[in-house]
């Protein structure tokens, strides 16, 4: 009886456990950014609750260097004079390391930083956790620290220029 018990209760606290704990993430326009810390490119760490008083763009995408991903960060890049302009800080989020995030700025000369989430925990945070490569998906993120924006489908051609537009229209 008591074995039985235990099968049970342990089977429980599994289950309890498994949906606590599940990779489904349902992030909202209007509620407050879930902080975290990554280490940059240079092993520099970033809190996202430091940068409360500046908008930011969170950015998540699957590999450096790889098509899709490369048009995306140097569509960012084309208008990043207009980013600096507005005061609005960048942050590239992948589960590449330092290194192949070094490699990937210096080759396309991004003048933004790129975050490494090794261990999936802040994709998990924001639901864009994928088995192999984050889901690409950006955040923009109010000078309060809220979600004002959240791109499902992201154009890596134009994205640079639609986040612009799009914090134009909604904060100022």
Same mark, same amino acid.
């Given at each position: 009886?008591? =074995?039985?018990?235990?099968?049970?209760?342990?089977? &429980? *606290?599994?289950?309890?456990?498994?949906?606590?704990?599940?990779? +489904?993430? $349902?992030?909202?326009?209007?509620? #407050?950014? !879930?902080?975290? &810390? #990554? #280490?940059?490119?240079?092993?520099?760490? $970033?809190?996202?609750?430091?940068?409360?008083?500046? =908008?930011?763009?969170?950015?998540?995408?699957?590999?450096?260097? &790889?098509?899709?991903? &490369?048009?995306?960060?140097?569509?960012?890049?084309?208008?990043?004079?207009?980013?600096?302009?507005?005061?609005?800080?960048?942050?590239?989020?992948?589960?590449?390391?330092?290194?192949? $995030?070094?490699?990937?700025? +210096?080759?396309?000369? #991004? !003048?933004?930083?790129? *975050?490494?989430?090794?261990?999936?925990?802040?994709?998990?945070?924001?639901?864009?956790?994928?088995?192999?490569? !984050?889901? %690409?998906?950006?955040? *923009?993120?109010?000078?309060?620290?809220?979600?004002?924006?959240?791109?499902?489908?992201?154009?890596?051609?134009? $994205?640079?220029?639609?986040? *612009? %537009?799009?914090?134009? =229209?909604?904060?100022?």
């Amino acid at each position: 009886m008591i =074995k039985m018990i235990s099968k049970i209760s342990v089977m &429980t *606290l599994i289950m309890i456990s498994c949906n606590l704990f599940s990779d +489904e993430v $349902h992030i909202k326009e209007g509620q #407050l950014a !879930p902080d975290f &810390t #990554l #280490l940059d490119q240079n092993g520099k760490p $970033h809190t996202l609750s430091t940068y409360i008083g500046k =908008k930011v763009v969170i950015y998540f995408y699957p590999k450096d260097d &790889t098509p899709g991903c &490369t048009k995306e960060a140097c569509s960012i890049r084309d208008s990043y004079d207009d980013f600096i302009n507005k005061d609005i800080v960048v942050f590239g989020i992948s589960y590449d390391n330092s290194t192949t $995030h070094q490699k990937f700025i +210096e080759k396309y000369k #991004l !003048p933004f930083n790129l *975050l490494s989430d090794t261990e999936k925990l802040v994709s998990q945070l924001y639901g864009t956790k994928g088995a192999f490569f !984050p889901i %690409r998906k950006t955040f *923009l993120v109010d000078e309060s620290g809220k979600i004002v924006k959240i791109y499902d489908q992201v154009s890596v051609l134009d $994205h640079g220029n639609d986040i *612009l %537009r799009d914090f134009d =229209k909604i904060i100022d």
